[in-house]
């Protein structure tokens, strides 16, 4: 068995250096131009980097030319590892056309609209550093998400590389996604674990990873490394580097002199005022609830039993939950219910605070899935107005818009996320509040109405269909997806499944009842979806919020007991012994996707209703 871990190295090498090599290649390089650079161009260039006048005229005409509002000027003398980087984060083929991707390139020197920077609020001065480079880069994608490119510049010359400054380049662009810091060496390990076996098929192995760099940099590429022929060196000690800069980034860093890192700055500003906020409410968390009902909100049966019993497992929030289950209609619901300031405590910091970065990851990782809510009505209607509700940061518009370019999107939410989408120009018009209580002020105004992750997380679902019903004009359509609690996952994981998310979903609605109820309010069901709706990964995400539970993340809500050097130091070892169990979790999600799509098993479902007049 062993023997195929340097054979599986061997493949993926040869595979992976074809994608990066496709990659490189399908890279712009700018042509020279004499005409001047536009006076509405602005270059924010790292510290380092030296960017010619010539150099400034070829990117400006072939950003007008392209009719970009963002051009990342990538420099050709790369260092090996940094061309491999720009290679790996971002996909050529589909980056300026992918409304989704995060903002990637080599953080060298950008070209950007003044009217786009004066919107995100982006100050021009002299001397960025990379790390910053990293977050500007990616606030100018979410705003201008199709006029966004990198191309190669000739006269562009790269600054000296550090070691330290890529480890923090490289740790700020996967913040999100920290298992890709660890990829590229991979190989490196599974060569080790190989060489144990077969010396033969591991020197195999070396040798690929050793020459990758000349078959991905070298001949028809518009990159020339100037570490080229010491490249293999280079890579070889890559994997001791990293660990010695992860370790010693910021004393290195200070030591040569290097800027601070203002997102490391900022987030340790954001850590201690919400550790201030929780420390001042974490005596309270017992008033958050109200009190225990012995009815079920939607059909007023006495007939309860215990569904779930359960902690906050995503964010390690204080509290003990339960919910309770209908037996006479099926509704489950949190019970005893949290008020609407116990709604603020469980919510805050997931989608506008201190996670509000990686839950914005995650839903822009939903486009696959947005999509398909888009192409939904294509069979019924050409929407005109399109109210997206709870649309948080508007990620939904902002991926419909490509299938409905000539569509008005409207976007409403409790947070002030929603200015944000507006400001990204995601959503054409952005409304505070809940629908119930605006309703009357966008009567008849939309002519779709879509509801995903909105409805399970209201106080009073019924209502917020009513408000529906009076925004949508006659003939208009609405739209609601929601966690089906009836799914086999949800029995059998119970409290780590994660379509409960304890105690953010306050109600689970079966889609019998559902149906029943758009009835009632004259809307008549056209489409009921649950395979396709099906969102995958349930035992890789169980498997997560038992690691979270056992040794939970850092966060300023948490005891110091249960945060302190103790479970960070178990948190390790227990990720590394979890590889295992999570890639079987991940093969057994996939090789029983089929089964769960099939009739009703979803974990998700998905309605479609007509309002008759």
């Not at 880069?137 to 010359?157: E, F, M, N």
């Not at 003990?320 to 509704?331: S, V």
Request: glycine share 8%.
């Amino acid at each position: 068995m062993l023997l195929l871990v340097p054979i599986l190295v061997s493949v993926g090498l040869i595979l992976n250096g074809i994608r990066l090599r496709g990659r490189l290649r399908r890279l712009d390089t700018v042509a020279a131009s004499g005409r001047p650079v536009d006076p509405a161009h602005v270059f924010l260039v790292a510290e380092g980097v030296r960017l010619s006048d010539a150099a400034r005229r070829a990117a400006s005409n072939h950003a007008r030319r392209e009719r970009l509002l963002v051009l990342d000027l990538v420099p050709a003398d790369l260092t090996v590892e940094r061309a491999l980087d720009v290679a790996r984060m971002v996909d050529t083929r589909t980056y300026r056309a992918d409304r989704s991707a995060p903002g990637r390139g080599a953080f060298q020197a950008l070209l950007v609209h003044a009217d786009l920077l004066e919107r995100v609020g982006i100050t021009q001065r002299e001397g960025f550093s990379p790390v910053e480079l990293v977050d500007i880069t990616t606030r100018l994608k979410r705003h201008a998400p199709t006029a966004t490119d990198l191309a190669v510049v000739p006269g562009l010359q790269a600054a000296r590389d550090d070691a330290a400054m890529r480890v923090r380049v490289q740790q700020r662009a996967y913040a999100c996604t920290p298992a890709s810091l660890y990829m590229p060496y991979a190989p490196h390990i599974g060569t080790f674990i190989g060489a144990q076996i077969s010396q033969p098929v591991a020197l195999v192995a070396t040798a690929l990873f050793w020459f990758q760099p000349f078959f991905v940099c070298a001949g028809r590429v518009p990159l020339a490394p100037r570490d080229l022929i010491r490249s293999p060196i280079v890579r070889i000690l890559g994997l001791v580097i990293f660990v010695v800069h992860s370790a010693r980034a910021g004393r290195r860093a200070k030591a040569a002199g290097l800027p601070a890192d203002p997102a490391k700055a900022e987030a340790r500003r954001r850590r201690q005022e919400t550790a201030a906020w929780y420390a001042a409410r974490a005596r309270h968390v017992a008033r958050l609830r109200e009190a225990t009902s012995a009815e079920c909100p939607w059909c007023g049966s006495a007939e309860l039993s215990v569904r779930v019993r359960s902690r906050d497992l995503e964010m390690g929030k204080p509290g003990r939950f339960r919910l309770d289950g209908c037996e006479a209609c099926g509704h489950v619901f949190l019970n005893p219910m949290i008020t609407p300031d116990g709604q603020d405590y469980y919510e805050r910091d997931w989608r506008d605070g201190f996670a509000a970065e990686t839950a914005e990851h995650a839903r822009a990782r939903e486009a696959a899935a947005d999509q398909a809510r888009a192409e939904l009505l294509r069979p019924y209607t050409t929407p005109r107005a399109w109210l997206d509700v709870g649309t948080g940061h508007g990620h939904f518009c902002n991926v419909a818009r490509a299938h409905w370019p000539a569509t008005v999107f409207g976007g409403l939410d409790l947070s002030d996320a929603v200015d944000d989408a507006h400001r990204r120009r995601w959503v054409d018009t952005a409304h505070r509040g809940e629908l119930s209580q605006i309703a009357d002020d966008l009567a008849g105004r939309y002519d779709v109405i879509s509801m995903f992750g909105y409805l399970e997380r209201t106080r009073y679902p019924s209502e917020e269909l009513d408000g529906a019903v009076k925004a949508l004009a006659p003939g208009g359509y609405l739209m609601i997806e929601l966690p089906n609690a009836d799914c086999p996952a949800a029995r059998r994981l119970r409290a780590y499944w994660a379509g409960w998310d304890v105690p953010r979903r306050l109600h689970f609605i079966p889609a019998d009842n559902l149906l029943a109820a758009l009835e009632d309010r004259g809307l008549r069901p056209i489409a009921v979806q649950f395979g396709p709706a099906l969102r995958p990964g349930d035992l890789t995400r169980a498997l997560g919020l038992l690691i979270q539970r056992v040794a939970p993340r850092r966060r300023p809500w948490l005891d110091p007991a249960r945060s302190g050097p103790g479970p960070r130091l178990l948190r390790v070892p227990l990720l590394l012994a979890s590889i295992g169990p999570f890639l079987l979790a991940a093969l057994l999600d996939r090789a029983s996707r089929s089964w769960q799509a099939k009739g009703e098993r979803s974990n998700t479902y998905r309605v479609l209703a007509r309002k008759e007049s």
